[in-house]
């Protein structure tokens, strides 16, 4: 099957892409392009579809960089890949060559490009991590490298939209504690519950940070079992694990 690559037509100047579950060797409930080496499914398929992955963007599997993502804040600026794997959540760059690269099932995969100053980013950003500042973090770790925020292009790719993402009330109170006016946020929702927009939120922290340009691409994990992997999905299944979709951008 053929690997199947979501792209923003405002970042076309930099080769990116918002890999789908399609193309790829692995099987049963990881079946398609499981790219997430900490899920428990075979080594060798993982390696396969990342390698897939690499060759779509035209560099070497040695030029993919991904790191130990744990839901903070925490930005590294990378030349290449680093052993062992930081424990951070989102990597800028200004090195050609270099293929940054997110793990995503229902958290916001975020891809960054100043094209002026030749500098990427790309972001992990799950509702502890956008509550927390990564998005925010991103851009000015860009700057650090020579970008301007007013040149910034940023897109949010698949995540879990505001119709399939329930949560408590005491979830949306820790928002509201941050800042009442996060309340647009939030709507619905049966007795003790809300609906949480995860990508508005996203979109609103990157406009507020200064981006020349911030968008979603509209597609919903949990609602698309064909092409998304989905924690919350495989959840509500009785699933023993899950897959991990993988978001790329490179100079």
Request: glycine letters at 10%; a negative charge.
């Amino acid at each position: 099957m053929t690997l199947e690559i979501i792209t923003a037509d405002d970042m076309l100047a930099t080769p990116h892409g918002f890999f789908t579950r399609k193309g790829g060797a692995s099987s049963g409930i990881f079946a398609g392009l499981n790219c997430g080496p900490g899920s428990s499914d075979m080594a060798e398929a993982v390696q396969i579809n990342r390698a897939r992955v690499t060759d779509a963007m035209a560099v070497p599997p040695d030029a993919l960089v991904t790191v130990h993502q744990v839901h903070s804040a925490d930005v590294i600026a990378v030349t290449g890949p680093v052993s062992p794997r930081p424990h951070v959540d989102a990597m800028v760059t200004a090195t050609p060559g270099v293929l940054l690269g997110v793990l995503t099932a229902d958290c916001q995969p975020v891809l960054f490009h100043d094209a002026q100053a030749g500098v990427i980013g790309a972001a992990h950003a799950g509702w502890r991590g956008a509550k927390d500042g990564v998005l925010q973090a991103t851009v000015a770790a860009m700057e650090g490298l020579g970008a301007r925020r007013s040149n910034i292009r940023a897109v949010i790719g698949p995540t879990i939209s505001l119709a399939a993402y329930e949560v408590s009330a005491a979830f949306m109170q820790g928002f509201l504690d941050d800042d009442p006016a996060n309340a647009q946020f939030f709507s619905g929702g049966r007795a003790g519950h809300s609906q949480f927009d995860l990508p508005s939120f996203g979109l609103a922290q990157l406009r507020a940070a200064g981006v020349a340009a911030a968008r979603w691409t509209g597609h919903c994990t949990y609602r698309d079992a064909e092409r998304f992997f989905s924690y919350r999905r495989t959840t509500h299944q009785g699933e023993a694990d899950y897959g991990r979709l993988i978001s790329v951008i490179r100079l």
